[in-house]
């Protein structure tokens, strides 16, 4: 389990996206850094056909949903 500790307001761009540093904490109580896609651009794909994901959910189930 990783748990939200802090967000930089720094944004970068790769192909389709900005992405954006989050720190979290493991279940250990340990911090560390991942990138994370704070806003989608462009299509991105699932299955090979074109997808447009959420940005954000309040569960998995409605994450996925179309």
Same mark, same amino acid.
């Given at each position: 389990? !990783?748990?939200?500790?802090?967000?930089?307001?720094?944004?970068? /761009?790769?192909? $389709?996206?900005?992405?954006? #540093?989050?720190?979290?904490?493991?279940?250990?109580?340990?911090?560390?850094? !991942?990138?994370?896609?704070?806003?989608?651009?462009?299509?991105? /794909?699932?299955? $090979?056909?074109?997808?447009? #994901?959420?940005?954000?959910?309040?569960?998995?189930?409605?994450?996925?949903?179309?």
């Amino acid at each position: 389990m !990783i748990y939200f500790a802090d967000i930089n307001n720094t944004k970068i /761009f790769t192909t $389709g996206a900005y992405l954006q #540093p989050m720190k979290v904490k493991d279940v250990n109580g340990n911090d560390f850094w !991942i990138w994370t896609v704070s806003e989608f651009v462009d299509d991105s /794909f699932k299955d $090979g056909e074109v997808y447009n #994901p959420k940005e954000k959910a309040e569960s998995l189930e409605i994450l996925f949903t179309e």
